[in-house]
């Protein structure tokens, strides 16, 4: 198991700390540098004489400390963040910086990005998949988005082999409840990262995995393309319309139980309220919508089709929208709310069509 950004933050941070203490006892920079010691210029650090053993009781917390640490390389993987500050929903990315601009991402609140220059009132942006052009005034820079993004921060673990097994208890004699696909990324519960077995949250069920198959992250959400989706020849426009209609909700929040496409909805109340735009009526629960179509085989999907996961391979408990290219759309879990997938990130266990060309 790696942890490849947890103990350089943590570290990284307790020497900013133990240095910033040093300043501010002496009211000055100490220049060792000549001795081998350490240099403290310029917001850089170089460590070479400190008690590693002395890092483990340093609370972090203080900003300048976040500050100083940030401008020790890359951690989470930016060099300039900004995070979403949107109240609601997603922040439009545009190709061009204007609001006439065509749209190619949605940005969740909350979600950081790489700033790569800006343009007047607009930011161009990279966020996950997405280049494009965001209004500056609902980004979060500077110290400021280091200091949320350090609050934001979550433990994801990501599958290094496929058919990664989900067990219902953390051991091997137990029920496999789920097989995750290779690179797949999943929310840790409970704290359990530093755990033999870890606690996931697939699909809003939980379960557990073992470290040894796994890597280990603190992760922050990035935007959603709208361009993912690839449609197939001959696929009628009410199966364009639906996909397109499902996408514009990308990022949206999950909630258990929930039906609103813009303030929450679980898997099932997603479909069903996509699904109803286009006629198609579907109870609020995935096991009962398997049964409410036409059963076809994988190789038989087209974009607008249901596909269902189950626990334990059998037990319906998770419904997604095939969007065409391999690809679903689907309420996933509470850290990444509607979310587009690979469909077979978990096994499917059935395919069922409601749309009719």
Known sequence: MKKRIISAFSIVCALAL??????????????????????????VITAAAFDEDALASISVTDSQAIATAKSLGDIYGYDNIGICNVSEGNLNIRESASTDGKLVGKFP????????????????????EVE???????????DDAWDKALELAEYVATSKTGGLRVRVEPNTDCEIIYQLADGEEVPILNNTQDEDWI?????????????????????????????EARYGAGISDVRMAACDYALQFVGNRYVWGGTSLT???D?????????AQYGVRLSHSSRAQANEGTTISTSELKPGDLIFYGRGGGSIN???????????????NKRDGI???????????????????
């Open 318 to 332: 998770h419904v997604a929208i095939y969007i065409g290219g391999g690809q679903i759309v689907h309420a996933s």
């Open 109 to 128: 609140a909350n979600a950081a990005c790489e700033i790569l220059k800006t343009e007047g009132e607009w930011s161009y942006i990279k966020s996950g």
């Open 132 to 142: 494009g052009y965001v209004l500056s005034e609902y980004l979060i820079t500077g």
């Open 263 to 265: 303030n929450g909805v």
């Open 18 to 43: 133990i240095i910033d203490h040093s300043i501010d006892s002496k009211n000055k920079i100490i220049d060792n540098s000549a001795d081998g010691d350490y240099t403290a210029t310029a917001g």
């Open 267 to 275: 898997c099932s109340g997603f479909t069903m309220q996509v699904m």
């Open 199 to 227: 606690e996931v949250d697939v699909d809003g069920d939980s379960g557990y995995v073992s470290a040894e198959y796994v890597d280990v992250d603190l992760s922050l959400t990035t935007a959603m393309t709208l361009t």
């Open 339 to 357: 979310k587009i997938s690979n469909y077979m990130y978990r096994t499917p266990v059935k395919c069922v069509r409601v749309l009719y060309d």
